[in-house]
């Protein structure tokens, strides 16, 4: 079957890594030899890949990248953007199931607002793959790719140990390592996203000993996961949070801030911008040391410019490949290949999954992993904007 063929040649690419090599390229002179995604029922069905906001630059660097890999394979795409609004997400995915999608690939908002559309999508026999977020609460999810998000969570509290000093660059004690106290903040992602608990208890693995034993201190005491998650992962959120800290917590001048634990590029920015606003990174008082996740134009020139210390590298490109390779599997009738059979558990079942690993990145590494990797141009990072 012409699809099935196409489908091979995708993998054959995205098996080398080439997700640049396009179909004309690949495609000589064997039957079926046109344009991918060209809408002729014979080259490939329709993916349906539902992703939740434009707002971030991961999420549109994923939908791309999702896209060309499913073109490359052969197939038409419909790939939509929900503004971070669960009803839009539901009816655009509940569209994509009368357009006569045949396979799924969802990145959520809120992990358990999906249920009904999964009802919809196996009643149709249409395999659903839920992308970097676990869908959750739902039966109805079949393959689950990811990063290794508890590892993120490790990897976060990690640097945040290694800017201030505690910490050498192997992850060992510091020989040489300042007295403290340390004072830091503690903030979390949105609670609806299953991700959120995963990096906060990663990180607070590492970050707990050093707080039982007074080494970190987090003055405002707000160390619960309910209480420093930033709903819908928003900037302004994180940025009026941390307003309220500075206000309520380091007036006077006495107490300043050495360290904040941001679960995301997007919420260091806000951290960032409140700590700018009140005199940090100017005269005698330091920007803390500042974390992150993402690795975005706007937060790679950040570090280069030392307001933000490190991010933590998911290569996008990579997660949508293993998004491709799960869709064109079940699509072929087979099932794809998990390397996790435990960890996420959905509330329902738990779901195989492929993890991927992730890397610390900060001004020491930023331009072997991302600009020499082609993740990031030096124009975007210097520009802090992607094209
Ligand atoms: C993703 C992060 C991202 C965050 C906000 C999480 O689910 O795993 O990479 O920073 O959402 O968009």
Redesign the pocket.
């Known amino acids: 079957m012409a699809r099935k063929l196409w489908a091979k040649r995708g993998m054959a690419a995205l098996a080398t890594g080439a997700m640049a090599v396009s179909l004309a390229a690949c495609g000589g002179g064997g039957a079926g030899g046109g344009g991918g995604g060209g809408g002729d029922d014979e080259e490939g069905g329709l993916v349906g890949v539902a992703m939740?906001?434009q707002t971030?630059e991961?999420?549109i660097a994923d939908g791309d990248a999702v896209k060309s890999g499913l073109e490359e394979a052969g197939y038409d795409v419909d790939l939509q953007f929900a503004g971070d609004d669960i009803p839009t997400q539901q009816q655009q995915i509940e569209a994509m199931i009368s357009k006569g999608a045949e396979a799924l690939i969802i990145?959520s908002i809120d992990g358990t607002a999906l249920g009904s559309q999964l009802e919809q999508a196996a009643a149709a026999d249409i395999p659903v793959i839920s992308y970097?977020?676990l869908i959750r609460d739902s039966e109805n999810v079949d393959f689950y790719v990811?990063?290794d998000?508890y590892e993120?969570g490790v990897q976060q509290g990690t640097s945040l140990l290694t800017g201030l000093g505690i910490l050498d660059e192997n992850g060992e004690e510091a020989a040489d390592a300042p007295e403290g106290p340390f004072n830091i903040e503690l903030f979390a992602?949105?609670p609806d996203?299953?991700?959120?608990g995963f990096?906060f208890d990663g990180a607070m693995e590492v970050l707990q000993p050093y707080i039982d034993d007074k080494t970190l201190v987090v003055p405002s005491k707000q160390t619960d996961f309910g209480t420093v998650a930033i709903q819908r992962?928003e900037q302004e959120g994180a940025q009026e949070r941390m307003e309220n800290l500075l206000t309520s917590t380091y007036t006077g001048g006495d107490t300043t801030i050495d360290g904040v634990l941001a679960?995301?590029?997007?919420?260091s920015r806000g951290v960032i911008t409140a700590l700018q606003n009140s005199g940090y990174g100017k005269g005698d008082l330091d920007m803390p040391i500042i974390t992150g996740?993402?690795a975005e134009a706007a937060s790679a020139k950040l570090i280069e410019s030392g307001d933000q210390y490190s991010t933590i590298f998911?290569d996008t490109r990579l997660l949508a490949e293993q998004a491709v390779i799960a869709a064109t599997s079940f699509l072929e009738g087979t099932e794809p290949e998990a390397n996790d059979t435990e960890t996420y558990e959905n509330g329902v079942k738990v779901v195989p999954s492929y993890l991927l690993p992730t890397v610390i990145v900060t001004a020491d590494n930023l331009e072997a992993e991302l600009i020499e990797s082609g993740y990031l141009t030096e124009e975007e990072v210097a520009s802090g904007q992607t094209d």
């Open positions: 939740p906001t971030y991961r999420w990145a970097d977020r990811t990063f998000n993120v992602g949105s996203d299953n991700n959120a990096f992962w679960p995301a590029d997007v919420l996740q993402d998911k």
